[in-house]
């Protein structure tokens, strides 16, 4: 889904950076695998929602990079028609060579957080663990168990993702999750499309299923009953000197409720 921790979309991007580049690798060492970077994201966010008033939230994130180390804390912020909640998040990610032309991943976030609904206060916990690769010919892959326990839904979303890149320019990514145990009751597909171009990278997708409304971050403002899901995406990201924008438009339809979110993040390179 579109809508994770902003903090999770960055650490994801950067090891699918390593992926895209497995072709080209040489043998190296944890620390030849990334720059020790740091950098603040801010994002912002307005949602409609059918038959409320909508919503509206941001977030600020810290991500540090050494090496083949990725690590990143977060404070988000949530409203959506009559609920509200906030979380704190931690993210982190390792990466080294699994062969002369092949590298192993994994990673791992946490959020934590409470909410109140129409006055009803809720814990929001979201846990997740994976581990990915990446092969000659530009091929990745990843498997990611997840945890939810949000209001009254929880339960367990198993996830696999396979990717593969086209030249310099263009990465496709399939996955598909299916919950186990809980009351999740959800199952669905993913496709996804990033353009690399000169001066500007477009991302396109969507996804088809059936999912709990907690799973889309939608928190107790419908039942806790899966819905068939239609989703679609896009957006475009564009670097400047000093910063690069992204925005972001996701639009959910859940068996004829439908949210639009449109999200504009602003990435700063620290000194």
């Given at each position: 889904m579109l809508r994770f921790a902003i903090v999770s979309v960055l650490c994801a991007s950067a090891l699918c950076s390593l992926a895209a580049h497995a072709d080209e690798s040489?043998?190296?060492?944890?620390?030849?695998?990334?720059?020790?970077?740091?950098?603040?994201?801010?994002?912002?966010d307005g949602d409609r929602l059918t038959g409320t008033n909508g919503g509206a939230g941001g977030d600020i994130t810290y991500l540090h990079q050494e090496g083949a180390v990725l690590v990143g804390v977060a404070a988000?912020?949530?409203?959506?028609?009559?609920?509200?909640?906030?979380?704190?998040?931690?993210n982190i990610a390792y990466s080294h060579d699994l062969t002369a032309t092949s590298r192993w991943n994994v990673h791992a976030e946490a959020h934590e957080g409470t909410g109140r609904t129409a006055g009803s206060p809720f814990l929001y916990s979201i846990e997740a663990?994976?581990?990915?690769?990446?092969?000659?010919?530009?091929?990745?892959?990843?498997?990611?168990?997840?945890?939810?326990?949000?209001?009254?839904?929880?339960?367990s979303l198993p996830k696999a993702a396979l990717s593969k890149g086209w030249g310099s320019h263009l990465l496709t990514t399939v996955g598909y999750a299916h919950s186990i145990g809980g009351n999740l009751d959800s199952s669905y597909g993913l496709l996804?499309?990033?353009?690399?171009?000169?001066?500007?990278?477009?991302?396109?997708?969507?996804?088809?299923?059936?999912?709990?409304?907690?799973?889309?971050?939608?928190?107790?403002?419908?039942?806790?009953?899966?819905?068939?899901?239609?989703?679609?995406?896009?957006?475009?990201?564009?670097?400047?000197?000093?910063?690069?924008?992204?925005?972001?438009?996701?639009?959910?339809?859940?068996?004829?409720?439908?949210?639009?979110?449109l999200t504009l993040n602003c990435s700063i390179p620290l000194p």
């Open positions: 040489t043998t190296a060492t944890p620390a030849e695998a990334g720059p020790q970077t740091d950098r603040i994201i801010l994002s912002a988000e912020y949530q409203r959506l028609a009559t609920s509200r909640w906030g979380f704190g998040s931690f663990a994976g581990l990915g690769a990446a092969f000659p010919h530009a091929v990745s892959a990843d498997v990611e168990e997840r945890q939810i326990d949000v209001d009254t839904s929880h339960g996804r499309l990033d353009v690399y171009l000169p001066g500007v990278n477009l991302i396109a997708g969507g996804d088809l299923g059936r999912v709990s409304p907690t799973v889309l971050n939608i928190n107790g403002v419908l039942t806790s009953q899966a819905r068939h899901l239609k989703e679609e995406f896009g957006g475009i990201s564009k670097p400047f000197k000093r910063f690069e924008l992204t925005l972001l438009g996701d639009k959910i339809d859940l068996a004829g409720v439908s949210r639009f979110t």
